[in-house]
């Protein structure tokens, strides 16, 4: 069958692959622990799922308008702004169904056929398949695993010219939990303000951060007429299913995204913005708890990993993530995920899920019951012991 070549180059996300797989396993009597998928392990709070479903019997399940409804973009606006320390207006605040929609959108206003795009590798995949299809050029920028996995910023330096149109950003990170320091955001504004560049910050992991906050591009001098922000519901208020997310842009922008709203997804459910308003307006302890929870976990994993012999684990700032290095056993990070899967019973990611700078690597969601964690410990370290 003959497909449009912005369709071509799409590839199946290699969570989901690997989560049929381990679920295959399961079908079969075996089990699994599942470290694969990235999302809370926790439900959605309570309070935002009662207002949610008390929203659907109360009528709220007709079209609002495609940007989000007034409320929840002034909502939306208010708290960006004060936790940001910026002043942002709901005119700015685009709401979509899911952080990924604007992520998608922005870039296809902004992208033109032939214009190149950096981003992080290893990073989400979305980045690499939303600028193909908008027909950009994507330009892999390598991470730095000693710090932090920032971007190598001798590597953005060479890759970043006037052929850049847009820059993607992610902190925290995912894959790798990574927190981008100031001096690296710095960095990159600079680059942005000599040759015109647009950023696309991706700060969806932005409230789940350990042991200092992750600092936003948008605060830099110059930096919101050229910045978009990419952040959303799922992942602070264990809201992956609701579909909840939202873009901050210059207004003019932000009209244009909403255009491609209107001509495709149309809005977002109606009482999943009535949620998503209790869950911003709501008590917000519940994030931080979760949060603390989370650090907890991040502990353990990454003091039981860097115990195992020839294991190197970074600790992550933010994201639910672990990205370790496996280097050492002299395997592909594909070969070793599956070897882990067979062996440990452990569903976890290889490095190149997220691009093949991510070789060497593996990902760990602990967004895990910390049994889990403990458990998929000793089974990992029994199976790479076996390796030698
Ligand atoms: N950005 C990053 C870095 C993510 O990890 C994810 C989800 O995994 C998203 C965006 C998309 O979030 P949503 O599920 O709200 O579309």
């Not at 795009?117 to 690499?128: K, Q, W």
């Not at 960095?187 to 789940?208: C, P």
């Amino acid at each position: 069958m003959n497909f449009a070549d912005r369709v071509n180059n799409l590839e199946p996300k290699g969570a989901y692959h690997m989560l049929a797989r381990a679920q295959a396993m399961e079908a079969a009597g075996r089990e699994v622990i599942h470290m694969e998928i990235g999302q809370p392990d926790i439900a959605t709070f309570d309070n935002v799922a009662q207002v949610g479903m008390r929203a659907i019997r109360e009528g709220y399940t007709r079209y609002t308008p495609s940007a989000g409804t007034p409320e929840l973009r002034q909502a939306i606006a208010k708290d960006a702004s004060h936790r940001r320390g910026v002043e942002i207006t709901p005119e700015q605040v685009v709401v979509g169904p899911g952080a990924k929609t604007a992520l998608f959108f922005p870039t296809l206003a902004l992208v033109q056929p032939g214009d190149e795009v950096l981003y992080p590798d290893p990073g989400f995949p979305t980045y690499a398949a939303m600028i193909e299809v908008a027909g950009g050029t994507p330009v892999p920028v390598p991470l730095d695993e000693e710090h932090g996995f920032s971007f190598d910023l001798g590597a953005f330096d060479r890759l970043v010219s006037y052929r850049t149109r847009l820059i993607v950003i992610n902190s925290p990170s995912n894959p790798t939990g990574g927190v981008m320091s100031p001096t690296a955001l710095e960095h990159i504004a600079g680059a942005a303000a000599q040759h015109d560049i647009w950023v696309l910050s991706d700060e969806i992991y932005s409230r789940l951060v350990y042991d200092k906050p992750a600092a936003s591009i948008i605060t830099l001098p110059g930096m919101a007429g050229r910045t978009v922000i990419c952040d959303g519901f799922s992942k602070t208020y264990a809201m992956t299913g609701w579909r909840l997310g939202y873009g901050i842009m210059p207004r003019d922008l932000a009209e244009r995204v909403g255009l491609l709203l209107t001509h495709s997804v149309g809005c977002t459910a109606s009482f999943t913005q009535v949620a998503g308003l209790e869950a911003i307006n709501g008590p917000q302890e519940q994030v931080e708890k979760v949060a603390a929870e989370y650090q907890r976990r991040r502990d353990v994993l990454v003091n039981g990993l860097n115990e195992i012999p020839g294991v190197k684990c970074q600790t992550p700032g933010g994201a639910f993530y672990v990205f370790p290095n496996v280097k050492t056993f002299g395997k592909s990070s594909d070969w070793l995920a599956n070897f882990l899967l067979e062996e440990a019973g452990v569903a976890l990611l290889s490095g190149t899920s997220f691009g093949a700078n991510g070789e060497g690597y593996l990902r760990l969601c602990f967004a895990n019951p910390m049994r889990n964690i403990q458990t998929a410990l000793e089974h990992i370290a029994t199976a790479l012991g076996r390796l030698g």
